[in-house]
């Protein structure tokens, strides 16, 4: 975290002290259906900011329009300290350059190995580097990413699906972004798996000062990893805040969510944790 907040330039750009992302009045429409209407939202550097809602709140399209593969219909969004929403390639490159992403289930390369897929951003943004290099750059993504070495000649379909959802973060991370995207990390896996993902996803924070945004429906990852969580409900961002004070809100979807005997689960685990 400490060195997250200590970056104040990227790429010569000057961040100062503003969060990682702000966005401001987000609108998206799909024909007549308005998704998001006046969408306001601050993901803080250094935090692991959790992104719930029900289905068709518009969670995955929000991400989208925060990296720019959906232009919003209407709204501001600064991302590191530029305007997502300009298309100079300069711009472009900039957020590119600086953001991880892990796709719901890996979205790896099917006929690419596992260290072929880590390497794509490699070559894309240092092409200079000799294949050695990439190569190792690769393993080491991948070792941190809590894979065994040998994965790096595995193909996706030799992968179980928590191990592809690993070498998917390990390509998210090859950049050294200081800002990471997961959408649903821990969808399909089993509660063992999940938890180890979730302790992953901390220490990594811990020690290379990332900043999350993360997409889940997973109450264990709210509570074991989240320092805020931002509810999406009525087409805006109805909550965001620490658990402790989104639990009480007087909201029918929140209150089904966080008070049905799942969330009583997950809650007692934390409170019970060492």
Known sequence: MAIATAMRTLD????????FIRVQGLVNRFGEQLVHDGVD???????????VGGSGSGKSVLMRSILGLRRPNAGRIQVLGVDARAEDAATRRHIERNSGVLFQDGALFSSLTVGENVQVPLKEYYPALSDSLRYELALLKIKLAGLPANAIDKLPSQLSGGMRKRAGLARALALDPPLLFLDEPTAGLDPIGAAAFDQLILTLRQALGLTVFLITHDLDTLYAICDRVAILADRKVLAIGPLGQLETLDHPWVQEYFNGPRARAARSATEGAP
């Open 12 to 19: 010569g750009i000057d961040i100062g002290d503003a969060p």
């Open 41 to 51: 939202l601050d993901v803080r550097r250094g935090e692991i900011l959790g992104v």
